[in-house]
């Protein structure tokens, strides 16, 4: 590896919630037992230094010691240009399309709220992204949610029959797609796309579709971006992405849509500007620039193999030494999404008491529940292997093996 995905950080204190709201006044999060140090498995996002290309682009802009309003430049929107078409296959991007969002969920806001009105239906797989479900219900929206189901395989799939009923029954014309799938982990075939956005065709929907994922996928895998599967899904779709999950960069705040219909990108851009919550930060413009160049996808492409291979681990390790606990093998993002049904069935706990003792045991996952998973548990992948295999190790010794 040319690049750092081995040191261990110390984030505590370094404006990192993911170590900071452990044991912190109020928090959900107790301090782990037993002198313990807490290893942070639930927040997305990552624990491994960023390339340092950003950090090198941040350095050289904080040279010039002026930071007063500004304009994104064309460097700006070439990177992303540069990034969709190297990365995801996509010639027709022009800088009209690009639109700076404050974060995704902003994107599904402004969108939501342009063309539906708050009591309105929003379709949404289930499991479904936390960030969705206070997104729509902050704003008045009622959740319609369409299961997925394990295949024979235990594959993730659409149900497109519970899909079109659930349309047709709530007139719904607005809906929320996520791609890759979190928490599922799918990366969607290319037939899975093409036949979700048939649906929703067929029913009028304006398609929100999430990729702030894309980045983040097995070496053999391909993320289909859902605007390049049809004319009718280039218009329709407002894609939103970001950097963020890819470069570990949320504390710079900075997303982006990718709109190709004027009529579309009208009404979403008008709902964002009208609230005045879309400002970029100067720094997170130079940091985009300097995550999507060259250096960036070197980095990137290594970042894919720690985290298949962290995966892989993990899911091995469970197979093996966790009897009653599955997980799917994510194709994308760096979530494992735990079914701990059998476990907490056969040994008379529900999935509090399993979530409590890996906090107790300074592992700190995240409650599936939140998500729409019953006995289900979110676990970030994203640290050095030595901490996964450390935290399964305690799982093991202290929870499910005890």
């Not at 040191?7 to 404006?15: E, K, M, N, P, V």
């Not at 802009?61 to 996509?90: C, E, M, N």
């Not at 029954?169 to 796309?193: K, L, Q, T």
């Not at 193999?305 to 194709?331: H, K, M, T, Y």
Request: charged content about 20%.
């Amino acid at each position: 590896m040319t690049y750092d995905f081995t040191s261990i950080l110390d984030r505590a204190g370094h404006d990192a919630i993911a170590l900071d709201a452990i044991g912190a006044p109020g928090s959900a999060f107790p301090a782990p037992e037993g002198g313990l140090d807490p290893i942070p498995m639930w927040i997305a996002d990552m624990n491994f230094p960023v390339a340092p290309s950003i950090t090198r682009a941040i350095e050289e802009r904080l040279q010039y010691p002026t930071f007063g309003y500004f304009r994104p430049s064309d460097d700006y929107y070439q990177a992303i240009i540069d990034w969709h078409r190297i990365r995801k296959g996509v010639d027709d991007l022009k800088p009209d399309y690009i639109g700076y969002e404050n974060g995704v969920l902003g994107g599904v806001v402004s969108t939501v709220t342009s063309f539906a009105a708050p009591g309105d239906a929003v379709l949404v797989h289930s499991p479904t992204y936390v960030g969705f479900t206070h997104s729509l219900e902050d704003n008045g929206f009622k959740i319609v949610l369409s299961p997925l189901v394990r295949d024979e395989a235990g594959v993730w799939r659409m149900d497109f029959e519970d899909m079109e009923r659930r349309l047709s029954e709530g007139h719904i014309h607005v809906a929320i797609f996520c791609s890759p799938h979190n928490p599922c982990g799918r990366v969607w075939e290319r037939w899975e796309v093409e036949r979700a956005m048939e649906i929703y065709r067929a029913h009028d929907c304006v398609v929100i579709s999430d990729e702030i994922w894309s980045d983040i996928v097995r070496p053999g895998v391909t993320h289909v971006p859902t605007q390049s599967v049809s004319e009718d899904a280039r218009d329709r779709t407002v894609a939103l992405y970001a950097p963020s999950k890819t470069f570990n960069l949320a504390g710079l705040i900075g997303s982006y849509h990718v709109i190709y219909s004027d009529y579309l990108r009208d009404r979403v851009e008008s709902k964002g500007a009208k609230t005045h919550y879309n400002s970029m930060n100067v720094l997170s413009q130079h940091a985009l620039v300097g995550a999507y160049g060259a250096e960036g996808r070197a980095w990137a492409d290594e970042l894919n193999q720690v985290i298949a291979g962290n995966v892989d681990w993990a899911c091995d390790f469970i197979e093996s030494r966790l009897p009653g606990v599955e997980a799917f093998r994510p194709q994308g993002t760096y979530m494992l999404f735990l079914d701990c049904s059998g476990w907490c069935a056969e040994h008379g706990h529900d999935i509090e008491w399993v979530l409590h003792e890996g906090w107790r045991a300074g592992v700190y996952w995240q409650d599936g529940r939140a998500f729409h998973g019953p006995c289900h548990i979110r676990m970030n992948l994203a640290l050095p292997l030595s901490r996964v295999q450390e935290a399964f190790e305690r799982l093991s010794e202290r929870v499910f093996n005890a």
